[in-house]
């Protein structure tokens, strides 16, 4: 009998798993914070003998090479990706055991696509597939985004995944088990740019060989259609993505979760002096009514690393504020989970304690749809500036008439292309309103953030 556990990091969209036998297991693309996975390996009882990697990954920083290290497990990485370190250089067809008494084995199928060198690894028992770990390769619904290596291979690339999620279609059986990466609100997914893909899978996020036979893109379209799709449907690339290959190449260091040097009110207000990013984590209801002037607002239950580490200019220190110590360190691990390793400082608490004498905290107004149009027919709209700060995809699906469209990871640098004015910022829902809002604030401007459900059928004016 086998088992496989999922090694899931929400705020990214990504999964790690662990699968074996009764003694052995195999850990494929795990997290950087390796403790959760040597957690799950203790609960199950089992060593961990293999590490498997099915790509360099673009999107967050591995803990793979620091797991084998501490377990003294095997490294497997594929043999075409360029990497600084040690490791079992991994090709089509190749096996390795996983756990000798179960019968369970792990065989390496090349599926370039999501990169050039993508393995995936389907986990056999007693010579017979039972799962596939597919990386970026086949998602549910969807495939990888071809388009994170090199501009002039994104074509190629994209014939590649269509090309890798058929041939896992034709010699794996339909039971098959798929477990992807990506796919679970990662902008790795080529569905759409964050979301989940076409596919809803199973109510624990799964999906089969056979299902994706029925709905995946990859596997119902012809070449020349889903290509055409996919790279039709490509949005920006976040930021901090540039850096994550390079760091997985040549090594990340272990993790340090220290806690960060505690900052006082004097010593915030250098910070802010000295341009430095001070980020409040605490929700955007409590930041709007009261927040340290400069600050920026990122939620510590959004998602904080995708976001933060694609606005902010990277290697720029940070120091996190937060109600609590716990909410820091939280915020501390995600953040480190895509490189951002060691805060500046951090202060908890809240306004009056990061504050200095004689200062008072600002705020600004928050409001809904509702608010905004009743706003916009009493004052004719003088004076009232409406930004939408989502993806040009949601947008195109209908925005507010006479808005100004500037996405959320552009707003910091360039906020003077907003006109002057009463400036309502809104997404789809608030979050990012909320860190656009804080962001403009904390340059002078007066905001409303709105925060409210966007709903297309309400304003659709059509694409401009």
């Not at 569905?191 to 596997?219: K, M």
């Not at 390079?246 to 802010?272: C, I, K, M, Q, Y």
């Given at each position: ?308 580490a694609w606005l902010i200019p990277w290697g ?61 027919e009493r004052d004719g709209g003088e004076g ?32 003077d292309e907003v006109q002057r004015g009463v ?42």
């Amino acid at each position: 009998m086998f088992f496989v556990d999922t090694i899931g990091t929400e705020g990214l969209g990504n999964r790690g798993y662990l699968a074996g036998g009764a003694t052995e297991a195999v850990v494929v693309d795990p997290p950087r914070d390796i403790d959760r996975v040597l957690a799950a390996a203790a609960r199950r009882g089992v060593r961990v003998g293999l590490v498997a990697e099915t790509h360099v990954h673009n999107d967050y920083v591995s803990g793979g090479l620091e797991l084998a290290r501490v377990t003294g497990a095997r490294y497997l990485v594929p043999a075409e990706a360029h990497v600084a370190f040690a490791r079992v250089p991994v090709r089509d067809g190749d096996t390795a055991t996983v756990d000798a008494g179960a019968g369970l084995t792990l065989r390496a199928l090349a599926t370039p696509g999501h990169t050039p060198h993508h393995t995936s690894y389907a986990l056999e028992e007693n010579g017979r597939a039972v799962l596939a770990f597919t990386g970026g390769s086949l998602l549910i619904g969807t495939t990888g985004r071809p388009d994170l290596v090199e501009p002039r291979l994104t074509e190629p690339l994209a014939r590649a995944q269509h090309a890798s999620a058929r041939r896992l279609a034709d010699e794996l059986a339909d039971d098959v088990r798929v477990l992807p990466t990506h796919g679970f609100g990662s902008f790795c997914s080529s569905g759409g740019s964050g979301g989940s893909g076409a596919g809803s899978g199973g109510s624990d996020g799964s999906t089969t060989i056979g299902e994706e036979r029925a709905h995946n893109d990859a596997l119902t379209r012809d070449v020349d259609d889903f290509v055409k799709d996919v790279l039709a449907g490509l949005e920006d690339v976040p930021a901090y993505y540039t850096h994550m290959a390079p760091a997985n190449a040549s090594g990340p260091a272990p993790l340090d979760l220290t806690p960060p040097r505690p900052a006082d009110a004097h010593d915030l207000a250098r910070r802010l002096a000295e341009g430095e990013w001070v980020v409040d984590l605490r929700s955007r209801v409590a930041f709007s009514e009261g927040h340290l002037a400069g600050a920026f607002n990122f939620e510590g239950d959004g998602k904080l690393a995708t976001y933060l580490a694609w606005l902010i200019p990277w290697g720029k220190p940070v120091t996190l504020l937060a109600e609590t110590p716990g909410q820091i360190a939280a915020a501390q691990r995600e953040l480190a989970r895509v490189g951002i390793d060691r805060p500046a400082a951090a202060a908890t608490g809240g306004p009056s304690s990061w504050l200095r004498t004689g200062e008072r905290p600002h705020s600004f107004p928050r409001a809904g749809f509702a608010d905004l149009a009743a706003a916009r027919e009493r004052d004719g709209g003088e004076g009232i500036v409406v930004l939408d700060v989502r993806r040009a995809s949601e947008r195109a699906k209908g925005h507010v008439e006479g808005s100004f469209h500037l996405p959320v990871h552009e707003v910091h640098g360039r906020a003077d292309e907003v006109q002057r004015g009463v400036v309502w910022v809104h997404c789809a829902s608030g979050m990012r309103a909320a860190v656009a809002a804080s962001m403009l604030a904390a340059m002078g401007r007066d905001v409303v953030a709105v925060d409210d459900a966007f709903r297309a059928e309400d304003w659709v004016r059509g694409a401009e």
